[in-house]
Structures are given as C-alpha cells and as structure tokens.
C-alpha cells in the first residue's frame, strides 16, 4: 500500500509559491510537494518525507545548509565531512541520516522558510560559501543570488516554499536537473510513496489537498 506521494513541477510561473520571481534568471526550478497517508497532524516535511529527500540529495551530491546541531570548530574552517567556517551553523554532509535534521531544526525552520540546501558535486569539498551567502538565498531574489556560487561548485539549491510545506529545486545545469529528477523518483519509489511529474495546475490541486 502507498504511504502516500511525491510530486514534482517542471518550470513553475506562480507566485503563490512564495519562491520569488519565476521563471529563475538562470537554471531551472522545479517544485517538489507530498502528500502522506494518513495526513500528518503537524506542517511542514513528514520524517519519511525528509528522510527520502535525505536520500535522494545525498546520492548525487555532497550537502551543506545551516544547522545547530554542532558547536564551531576551533579556528574555523572545515573540519572533515562537517562543519563551515565560524560563526558556526554550516554543515556540509553526505550522510543521509545526518541530512535529514536539517527539516527539523528548529532554529532554521524549515516550517518558517528559514532553511536553504546547497548540492555541490558528490566527492567534492564542502563549497567556500559563507554564511551570509546562505541566508541570502531565504530572500526573494534567492534565484538571482544564488548564481554565484555556481562557481564554487554547487550545482543545486534546495528550499521551503510557503509554510514549508513544498520545496523548490534550483539546479543550474541540464544535467544536474535529470540527475535530481532521477533520483527523487528512485528514493520515492524505493520508500512506497508514488512518484509523478505533473503540471502547475495540477501541482496546485494535489498541492491544496
């Protein structure tokens, strides 16, 4: 039996969304949006919502986005497979499990549209992003921001749309798009929740329940 379902929107108009201006300057977004059977009492990402997206980003990519669970590491700088530079509250992973707090921080609630994920190649160094860098992609011109750190190595930009209770994909290349789009489907499938692309309308309509 279903536990529910994952969908997604190619090239969404909207504003509704409360992702910025659409289409993006440059990339291409994609809305993601789940219904879970029976329906969560509480807003924002089901834990076996957060845990299949855990996995689909960790497996085409290396992870970083603002976190509490860590303290500042001593000097700053990127401790291995974790943490950025001080003040505190970056931390880069590959860890699905480790990915998966991040939709339930309360000190960058994804519910309140205060969390962002940047996928960098898989392998990689955690990018040389800042802080600052992240928090300006939780504003409206996020789509415009966000293509500087393209040349750092990120390759997509994951974050909550209105209430949390969709999320916008950014990704700047063809590549990156099918890459994500493969994968999204493959940890839905493997999770038992059904998989589909569909149209905004239709995204919309599954999307208000």
């Avoid at 855990?54 to 290396?62: E, Q, V, W």
């Avoid at 930009?157 to 949390?164: E, L, S």
């Amino acid at each position: 039996m279903s536990r529910g379902s994952i969908f997604a929107c190619l090239d969404p108009r909207g504003a509704e969304w409360q992702l910025g201006a659409l289409p993006p300057p440059a990339g291409r977004l994609m809305l993601i949006g789940w219904r879970e059977e029976p329906p969560p009492v509480d807003g924002g990402v089901p834990p076996p919502v957060a845990a299949t997206f855990s996995r689909a980003l960790t497996s085409i990519g290396r992870i970083t986005y603002l976190s509490s669970t860590v303290p500042a590491p001593a000097g700053g700088g990127w401790p291995p497979l974790k943490r950025g530079p001080a003040p505190v509250d970056l931390l880069s992973t590959s860890d699905p499990q480790e990915l998966a707090q991040a939709f339930e921080d309360a000190a960058h609630p994804w519910w309140m549209q205060g969390q962002v994920l940047l996928v960098s190649a898989p392998g990689a160094a955690p990018p040389a992003v800042e802080r600052r860098q992240l928090l300006s992609l939780l504003e409206d011109e996020w789509t415009s921001t966000a293509r500087a750190l393209s040349p750092l190595g990120v390759i997509g930009v994951m974050r909550p749309g209105v209430d949390g209770d969709l999320a916008g994909l950014l990704t700047f290349t063809a590549d990156a798009e099918q890459a994500s789009l493969a994968a999204l489907e493959r940890e839905t499938l493997l999770a038992s929740f059904d998989w589909s692309v569909v149209t905004e309308e239709a995204f919309a309509e599954r999307y208000r329940g």
